[in-house]
């Protein structure tokens, strides 16, 4: 069994401006480089069988490539604390199309999907034991936080591989949008 899900990766330019907020923020864990995506859908725990299916079903899947910019900086919270800190982007609507139609087309073909809503970000960091007025300042320093705009161009099938280090995310295959 595979842990899977489908992904945006960036371009190394839009991965170097993103590292350089990754500092200023004690007891901030944050994510490798190599590691910074935006998810489009989590698929979780699959056979081969279930992985060869799903690559065939997303190679048939035909979207308009796009612009795509990342901007603002914020916070998932979990019972008043913050859990993470994240990039948000500044234009959805083509990247909740392309969402859609990958929600869609794994509906159709039983395969199952995260059921949470859609929440388009970039996880920079998790946190555990951050004082939130630390994490509001930080936040609150990094606010004007933009990329250059960019063109999105595929999207890419995941594995997710626990280890004691942290996750690894091998990149399966990627899907080519026209």
Not at 93 to 104: A, E, G, H, P, V
Not at 122 to 139: H, S
């Amino acid at each position: 069994m595979k842990r899977l899900f489908i992904a945006l990766s960036f371009p190394s330019d839009i991965v170097v401006k993103l590292t350089e907020l990754q500092s200023g923020l004690r007891g901030a864990r944050w994510v490798p480089p190599q590691n910074l995506h935006l998810t489009l859908s989590y698929i979780g725990e699959a056979s081969n069988i279930l992985l060869k299916d799903l690559a065939d079903v997303l190679r048939g899947l035909a979207v308009q490539s796009f612009c795509m910019q990342l901007r603002g900086i914020n916070n998932f919270t979990s019972r008043g604390l913050s859990t993470s800190i994240w990039v948000g982007v500044a234009e959805k609507s083509s990247l909740f199309y392309l969402q859609s139609k990958i929600k869609n087309c794994l509906q159709i073909n039983r395969i199952p999907i995260d059921k949470r809503q859609f929440s388009p970000h970039v996880t920079l960091a998790r946190l555990k034991n951050v004082r939130p007025e630390d994490t509001a300042g930080f936040i609150a320093f990094n606010n004007l936080f933009k990329t250059r705009p960019f063109r999105v161009q595929s999207f890419t099938l995941f594995e997710s591989i626990s280890t004691k280090e942290g996750s690894i995310y091998l990149p399966l295959e990627k899907f080519r949008l026209i």
